[in-house]
């Protein structure tokens, strides 16, 4: 913001404007001749006159071509360069005034701008991205599998065994490479053919668009009778 310094009522040409301004009145000079002969454009002359300080390039260009203006005026240069420079401390101290006038009102807008409906909208966002998110990790996430078997390393006579589990229905099923057919519900069963010692079941089950898990499970079969443990 701009501040200007204007005349008091008691009539006397107080700022440094006033002066610059009254001077050249005085001397019956107008603008245009005063930028001929002061090599400084016009309407920078006319700010200084005006106490826009601020339209002026910068303050090493301000307090040059003031003392240009004041000598072509036939002013004291130092006495008005003195009056320039308080004027100039009382408009820093306004403009840093008015900055801290503005502060708490940006601030307050901020916080004003959290509208109870406002903030409902929010809520409602943040619970359907999390809605989104669980339900992507739901598809990539691999599904669980259950496998039924007696127990771990499996001893059998038999020549052949099957394999029955239970799965996320959906779910792309295969053992040992060979896809199985999943019922509705997740369940399926497959049938392998066993040979003497020991076999390894590979069992894999993945989403369509998501990771898989892998089961591997130890089947030995012997030609010898298994023995039952008895208790004493």
Same mark, same amino acid.
């Given at each position: ?80 360069? +003195? $009056? ?5 401390? &009382? ?9 801290? =006038? %503005?502060? !708490? @009102? ?12 406002? +903030? $409902? ?5 943040? &619970? ?9 990790? =739901? %598809?990539? !996430? @691999? ?35 060979? @896809? ?53």
């Amino acid at each position: 913001m701009t501040h200007t310094f204007r005349r008091t009522e008691i009539g006397i040409y107080s700022t440094v404007s006033e002066r610059l301004k009254h001077s050249r009145l005085e001397r019956s000079l107008s603008l245009d001749q005063c930028a001929q002969s002061t090599d400084i454009q016009q309407k920078y002359l006319h700010a200084m006159e005006e106490s826009r300080f601020d339209e002026l390039p910068g303050e090493m260009y301000a307090r040059a071509w003031m003392r240009r203006y004041a000598e072509l005026l036939g002013l004291d240069i130092e006495d008005l360069m +003195i $009056s320039y420079m308080k004027e100039r401390g &009382i408009r820093d101290k306004i403009n840093t005034a008015g900055k801290q =006038k %503005t502060a !708490s @009102p940006n601030a307050f807008s901020i916080w004003s701008w959290f509208t109870g409906k406002r +903030i $409902s909208i929010l809520l409602v966002i943040v &619970i359907i991205i999390s809605y989104i998110g669980f339900l992507a990790y =739901k %598809t990539i !996430s @691999p599904p669980t599998i259950s496998v039924d078997l007696p127990a771990l390393d499996f001893r059998t006579q038999e020549n052949s065994i099957i394999i029955r589990g239970l799965t996320e229905p959906g779910a792309i099923v295969s053992v040992n490479r060979q @896809p199985v057919i999943l019922e509705r519900e997740g369940a399926f069963e497959h049938e392998i053919t066993l040979q003497d010692g020991l076999n390894t079941v590979t069992i894999e089950a993945r989403k369509k668009h998501g990771l898989g898990v892998a089961r591997e499970y130890n089947i030995v079969r012997s030609a010898l009778p298994v023995l039952q443990e008895t208790g004493p």
